[in-house]
């Protein structure tokens, strides 16, 4: 599912594309893209100006004058492409942005899990999801301090808080993942038990990954990591469980949290927070000829089990 660093690529592109253009035209096919709104409702953008396309969290805002708004949400597998004048038909294009010039602005989406809404911005604004969606992981990411504070409230497990939209707005399976492996924090742990130094090790982490894929994002395309088999894995952990840790070598694991498949490392991320260390116990005991003999065993509860 397209997270964060896809939406905001989504926005810079659509921003270069429609930013303060006139719509020619706008037609949207009768699909569950539009949920059941009419098509005439899209058609009737024609000749409004897009003056502006923001991003909140992983939705994408349009600001359409004088007063309208279009909320979109990429769902699985939607995409925004431009297509030149005469260009041929694109496969699985659901809704289409004609430019003055004749350029075209589709929304793609194969699997039609994407949603596209028009209203008076003022309306998308005050009601869901917008109205309860949290700081922005990249442009509003609250201080170690204040990302603790709301994360101690809940007892859920620290992956599952973080995907929490209403607590931070952006951030999905593939981010929550390489962000809690970089901070070498387990996903299972219960988000009320991180210390200040965890925290702060998830914030300087959720800077870096995010950092780190829109660096991998440029042009005017895109394809997402399980989209195509040739595409290869750019991640550090995610979808690579059974693959050697990047760091220390230990062979992956993967969980499921959330209904969301999970990759970590139980080396470089214990769930008891500590890395688990292997000690050694003596015992001894008495052979039938007389002689102490002493045996070695490892305790069982400095041994992290998963």
């Not at 894929?213 to 290869?232: M, P």
């Amino acid at each position: 599912m397209p997270e964060l660093p896809e939406v905001e690529f989504a926005r810079s592109c659509l921003s270069r594309w429609l930013g303060g253009r006139t719509l020619r035209s706008v037609e949207a096919d009768p699909t569950r893209v539009i949920r059941g709104a009419s098509p005439e409702v899209f058609a009737a953008l024609a000749r409004h100006r897009v003056t502006r396309v923001e991003r909140r969290g992983k939705w994408l805002l349009w600001h359409v004058a004088p007063d309208l708004g279009l909320l979109a949400h990429l769902g699985m597998t939607g995409k925004f492409e431009l297509t030149r004048p005469d260009t041929p038909a694109v496969r699985w294009s659901r809704v289409r942005f004609t430019r003055p010039d004749g350029a075209v602005v589709h929304y793609r989406d194969p699997r039609q899990f994407g949603h596209i809404r028009v209203a008076p911005l003022s309306v998308l604004l005050a009601s869901e999801p917008l109205k309860s969606l949290g700081p922005d992981a990249k442009d509003h990411l609250p201080t170690a301090h204040a990302l603790g504070a709301r994360m101690s409230k809940s007892r859920r497990q620290v992956k599952e808080v973080l995907m929490d939209q209403t607590v931070l707005a952006g951030l999905g399976n593939i981010q929550v993942t390489e962000v809690l492996f970089l901070a070498r924090v387990h996903p299972a742990r219960r988000a009320a038990s991180l210390t200040p130094a965890e925290t702060n090790r998830i914030r300087q982490a959720i800077v870096k990954s995010l950092a780190r894929t829109l660096a991998l994002n440029s042009g005017d395309k895109i394809t997402y990591v399980e989209e195509s088999k040739r595409i290869e894995n750019p991640f550090l952990v995610y979808g690579k469980a059974k693959s050697p840790c990047p760091r220390c070598h230990a062979s992956l694991r993967k969980m499921v949290i959330g209904g969301r498949t999970s990759a970590f490392c139980p080396s470089c991320q214990p769930r008891s927070g500590v890395r688990a260390k292997r000690s050694v116990v003596s015992t001894a005991s008495t052979s039938r000829s007389g002689k102490t003999r002493v045996r070695k065993k490892s305790s069982a509860k400095d041994r992290v089990v998963y």
